[in-house]
């Protein structure tokens, strides 16, 4: 017997056009708490328009987009300012999240590596640095959801390590996790991967679903 979970992240039917190029057609997810979800496409299929769409930074045409709980979002494009060093972005991000310390924000640049960083410039970091910002940035709020564009786009492999174990984190305190990503390199890791496809999203069959009792 499968078990139906209530859902933390759903999108129902989103339209969205840009003039007459019309990107998303009816585009239908659901994800559950603990859960962690690839949407996959090719470049210009939609992802990023759907991840913002997702994230409330971009409104719809049409559809419907429900939201249980708090948000992190990570844009491909690092949200930095050159001028700030990551000390002082990370003292912005929590007045905006009204944190009362930066203890998870150092938990997470050790975690990912970067914690000799503090004081650099964010215009001085090399990308792969820029990126582990981008994602304590999103994660320093330990949010219920989290919606990742290409997150590890520009990692070494010891950070790609890293950052997955930051991820069976997450999934085990029952975070639910969004991956927008043109490939899949281990799709045992997830629990589902929907296919973005002509502006609606198509869930593949894992190997979980193939053996998942009736």
């Given at each position: 017997?499968?078990?139906?979970?209530?859902?933390?992240?759903?999108?129902?039917?989103?339209?969205?056009?840009?003039?007459?190029?019309?990107?998303?057609?009816?585009?239908?997810?659901?994800?559950?708490?603990?859960?962690?979800?690839?949407?996959?496409?090719?470049?210009?299929?939609?992802?990023?328009?759907?991840?913002?769409?997702?994230?409330?930074?971009?409104?719809?045409?049409?559809?419907?987009?429900?939201?249980?709980?708090?948000?992190?979002?990570?844009?491909?494009?690092?949200?930095?300012n050159n001028?700030?060093?990551?000390?002082?972005?990370?003292?912005?991000?929590?007045?905006?999240?009204?944190?009362?310390?930066?203890?998870?924000?150092?938990?997470?640049?050790?975690?990912?590596?970067?914690?000799?960083?503090?004081?650099?410039?964010?215009?001085?970091?090399?990308?792969?640095?820029?990126?582990?910002?981008?994602?304590?940035?999103?994660?320093?709020?330990?949010?219920?959801?989290?919606?990742?564009?290409?997150?590890?786009?520009?990692?070494?492999?010891?950070?790609?390590?890293?950052?997955?174990?930051?991820?069976?984190?997450?999934?085990?305190?029952?975070?639910?996790?969004?991956?927008?990503?043109?490939l899949v390199?281990?799709?045992?890791?997830?629990?589902?991967?929907?296919?973005?496809?002509?502006?609606?999203?198509?869930?593949?069959?894992?190997?979980?679903?193939?053996?998942?009792?009736?």
């Amino acid at each position: 017997m499968t078990v139906v979970r209530e859902a933390v992240l759903e999108a129902r039917n989103v339209h969205k056009a840009y003039g007459r190029h019309q990107v998303l057609r009816g585009a239908d997810l659901r994800v559950e708490p603990g859960q962690l979800v690839a949407v996959v496409g090719e470049n210009g299929a939609g992802k990023s328009t759907l991840l913002k769409a997702l994230a409330g930074t971009l409104p719809i045409d049409r559809g419907t987009v429900a939201l249980s709980g708090t948000l992190g979002y990570c844009p491909q494009e690092p949200v930095v300012n050159n001028s700030l060093t990551v000390e002082q972005h990370l003292r912005y991000f929590a007045a905006a999240y009204r944190l009362a310390d930066l203890d998870r924000a150092h938990e997470l640049m050790r975690v990912l590596g970067c914690a000799a960083y503090a004081d650099t410039f964010a215009g001085a970091l090399s990308g792969g640095t820029r990126q582990k910002l981008n994602l304590t940035l999103a994660l320093m709020h330990d949010p219920d959801v989290l919606l990742l564009d290409e997150p590890y786009q520009g990692f070494d492999w010891e950070t790609y390590l890293r950052f997955w174990d930051l991820v069976d984190d997450l999934r085990t305190r029952g975070k639910a996790v969004v991956v927008i990503t043109h490939l899949v390199f281990e799709q045992d890791r997830f629990d589902a991967l929907d296919d973005l496809v002509d502006g609606r999203l198509a869930r593949r069959t894992t190997p979980e679903d193939s053996h998942a009792p009736a």
